[in-house]
Antibody, heavy 118, light 110 residues
Framework: EAQLVESGGGLVQPGGSLRLSCAAS????????MHWVRQVPGEGLVWVSR????????TYADSVKGRFTISRDNAMNTLYLQMNNLRAEDTALYFC???????????WGQGTLVTVSS | QSALTQPASVSGSPGQSITISCTGT?????????VSWYQQHPGEAPKLMIF???DRPSGVSDRFSGSKSGNTASLTISGLQAEDEADYYC??????????FGTGTKVTVL
């Protein structure tokens, strides 16, 4: 059974940086696109970014473009999200998700909470 | 990219059918058959219920069905059950090769 476990969240000051990780197991990680999705507690889901299976291509939501970078290490079965110049509005629970076949997010982690506050 | 528009809430009695709409534009919902639906119970991760507009993953009840007409996708839950009470979100691929979720719909079983 596929499993995704996020880590790296925490409290960071505005303007600071944080790197999230998503450890994958139970499937051939290198064969799937991956996504990051965030959710402010009590609010809706927001798509953040996605990366192709080999890491050669990525896209971002306008709200994070230029500040966040998605990457992956297929040898380590790990997905990353480097978040720079963080803002209060980036405060959210961040989920990683597997894309089974073009925007079919079939496995999700439990999320890691990022809080941006002074 | 603005969120796709969903009704804030939909309710129904056990056994009834309800439909949740998801309205976008020709650059997302209307332009591609890459619309998916997710169920989320409080404190849990989202669960894929429908992909490719109308396909169901294995293990998802056939009481859940999806469709699309123009720029609006729909999720229908038939034979409503207490366990269906949750938040539901649509999602679409877009012309900019990004994704966009709907605003979310809270389903209440009366």
């Amino acid at each position: 059974e596929a499993q995704l476990v996020e880590s790296g969240g925490g409290l960071v000051q505005p303007g600071g940086s944080l790197r999230l990780s998503c450890a994958a197991s139970g499937f051939t990680f290198s064969g799937y696109w991956m996504h990051w999705v965030r959710q402010v507690p009590g609010e809706g889901l927001v798509w953040v970014s996605r990366i192709t299976a080999d890491g050669s291509g990525s896209t971002y939501a306008d709200s994070v473009k230029g500040r966040f970078t998605i990457s992956r290490d297929n040898a380590m079965n790990t997905l990353y999200l480097q978040m720079n110049n963080l803002r209060a509005e980036d405060t959210a629970l961040y989920f990683c998700a597997r894309d089974h076949n073009l925007w079919e997010l079939d496995y999700w982690g439990q999320g890691t909470l990022v809080t941006v506050s002074s | 990219q603005s969120a796709l528009t969903q009704p804030a809430s939909v309710s129904g009695s056990p056994g009834q059918s309800i439909t949740i709409s998801c309205t976008g534009t020709s650059s997302d919902v209307g332009g591609y058959n890459y619309v998916s639906w997710y169920q989320q119970h409080p404190g849990e991760a989202p669960k894929l219920m429908i992909f490719g507009v109308s396909d169901r993953p294995s293990g998802v009840s056939d009481r859940f069905s999806g469709s699309k007409s123009g720029n609006t996708a729909s999720l229908t839950i038939s034979g409503l059950q207490a366990e269906d009470e949750a938040d539901y979100y649509c999602n679409s691929f877009t012309s900019r090769h990004t994704g966009v979720f709907g605003t979310g719909t809270k389903v209440t079983v009366l």
